[in-house]
């Protein structure tokens, strides 16, 4: 290790203990253990071990590539556009067909229902039939009788394709008016009359990338023929009722003749809610033609160059404000770069619109979203959904505001939060923010992290380095929980007690690895008053549960885990009316709890109860039906109350930057992140932690680059970068905000899903502030914030388009 490598290693000021505990890493909050305890305890409340966890370890947890395969099960390879956009004249498979094992070729011809994808905005072909529209497109299918030769199958199919011009950049297809979805304006008061009235002005713009989801288990599905044309699909994905439709869609076919079944995702992240449909209608469409199951499961190049990705982003805003920092008039105008189709692109970009606020108040605003199409992937959902697109641009603007004033980031963020009982305390949709602790949760962070003395001593370090810079920041979140589609906040779940007082499970969410089997499995364990381990969680597949909504918007758990509950309430009723009825009291009088039904009379155990019940002919098993209450908004105006509560959090970042190299390194972390009352605090934790990690490779490796030919040039490991273990903090603490949600939501918890991954814009802010302390110009920063990108900015000046007024 050289001197510079030193001096960067240790680099970091620390936190409340200084640089002498920069190796530690402390996660237990100290209000809630992640320490599970012994049963009975109640279950709820406590760190319960993943519900797979065990079995995930000894290689014995099943996803699709490990179930048997049935005899005769073929596999598909998908046919790709060779470039970006073009007429297809022709189609050879001649080649193809010849080399062994190969089957079948299945094209756009084959199809016996709509040949367009049953989405919402009906603009996606399930084949390219006339044209191709982005490099990668999946045209066919190979079909052969194993993974490799269908592979080297697909590569020999021989495409004539008219290349035709390609729109590959977000502000080209804006300037030749090129969109998926006509755009959306929300406006707030007048803003051109207060940016006139304004003390100070800036105007700037701002690029921020999207991000490949990178999940460990790639997309795969597996379609299999049943009697009397039913099909069995096995799909990795969050949302097994679209896949459902989509297929029966496909296939010319009602829904019932179809049914999906997920027991496990090996992570999803927002890419297998739509997407992972189309591999379930690729699959059976192979399956159909040849009268047997087929798998298709895609190669990781060929998942980059086939799937979306998190939505591109390019902004261009004029923001006013006085003399202490605070906001007095903006004006913004959205590029979401959407790909070739809508797929998700509009609720996504209206989220962008509504978490463009972030946990600050705008008077007078005006807030224009373009949903441009261009010749590259059909972005998709992803972790946050669009809110990351918001919060980064007000983020970003208040520390450009803080640097023009020469004050202190944090105090001008401060300034602009949304207070209580002032009228700054509803949104630019006309949504009140009534359940607001960012004041206290950004003090009580700003005291815990010691970020004042941190940030002298960053700045006597500055000082005194000229090739290491660091940087500080602290950035709150305050983010919406349900879907902005208020017809997808309802849930439904099943709960079965057998004869022997085993309880068994079963919700319309799907596990992708976060834990939402587990959590659930302690509510049904409480509300029957039975010991955790008495309950087991099946498959979730449409067969069971009808109509579920996709497990996304961190809602997972406020969903499915409140239909359970009420669920297993019914049952509980049933018993607790039969032992009364047994005991002569009230049915009120009746409790359960560790394993125990007690009543005024006597005590006897769950199992006990069960049986006599089952002998007396009492129900055990019930469904369980939950709406969101509350939400409503006019989808026109995007007016109205779109969330039933809010989530809240704030990190610190410290980081370092090389002035030479452009190479930063994140140094240590702080996190205070509000769950409501934890259902499980482990499982919660390890949320928050992998939610910034993920958005701290957003905003700083994980960079998508698309060639002159519209070609993904980094659609492997060996050009696409993910953080790995060596790019965590030294020092990482994350706490627990202590109170319980104040809306009726289950358990009094807050999702936790997504709102942690914009914590980590404050390792993006934190690199600003370095970049300036080297005399660069954060404003020519794009994200992610490469080693070149910094570079860039540190030796640019004041960005083109970017001026104080």
Known sequence: MNAREKEFTSASGGGPAGP??????????????????????????????????????????????????????????????????GRLRSVDARAALQLPGVRGVVLAADIPGDPVLATFVHDEPIFARDTVQHAGQVIGLVVAESVMEARRAARQVRLDIEALPAVLDVRQAHAARSYVLPPVTVRRGEPEAALARSPHRLSGRLEVGGQEHFYLEGQVAYAIPLEQDQWHIHSSTQHPGEVQHWVAHALGLENNAVTVECRRMGGGFGGKETQAGHMAVWAALAARKLRRPVKLRLDRDDDFMVTGKRHPFAYDWEVGFDGGGRITGLKLAMLANCGFSADLSGPVADRAIFHTDNAYFLSDVEIASYRCRTNVQSHTAFRGFGGPQGVILIEAILGDIARHLALDPLDVRMRNLYGAGDGRDVTHYRMKVEDNILQPLLSRLEQSSQYRRRRQAIAAWNAGSSVIKRGIAITPVKFGISFTATFFNQAGALVHVFTDGSVQLNHGGTEMGQGLHTKIMQLVADELGVPFERVRVTATETGKVPNASATAASSGTDLNGRAAQFAARNIKGNLAAFVAGLDGCGAGAVSFQAGQVVSPKQTRSFDQVVKLAYANRIQLWSDGFYRTPKIHYDKVTLTGRPFYYFSYGAACSEVAIDALTGESRVLAVDILHDVGHSINPALDIGQIEGGFIQGMGWLTTE?????????????????????????????????L???????????????????????????????????AAGGGEPRALAAPATAEQVLRALGDGPASGTTPG
Do not use: C
Request: glycine share 6%; hydrophobic share 40%.
């Open 703 to 735: 960079q998508l680059v698309w060639n002159a030919r519209g070609e993904l040039a980094t659609h492997a490991p060996s050009t696409y970068k993910i953080p790995a273990t060596g790019d965590l903090p030294a020092r990482w603490q994350v706490e």
């Open 20 to 85: 002498a505990d920069a190796g530690e890493r402390n996660l237990a909050p100290a209000t809630q253990s992640p320490h599970a305890p012994a049963s009975p305890a109640p279950a709820v409340g406590s760190s319960r071990p993943h519900e797979s966890a065990r079995a995930q370890v000894a290689g014995l947890a099943t996803y699709i590539d490990d179930l048997p395969e049935l005899k005769g099960t073929l596999h598909a390879a998908p046919i790709l556009s060779p470039v970006a956009h």
């Open 737 to 771: 905000w202590p109170e319980p949600n104040p809306e009726d939501n289950v358990g009094r918890s807050k999702a936790v899903g997504e709102p942690p991954f914009m914590l980590a814009i404050s390792v993006w802010e934190a690199i600003r502030d370095a970049v």
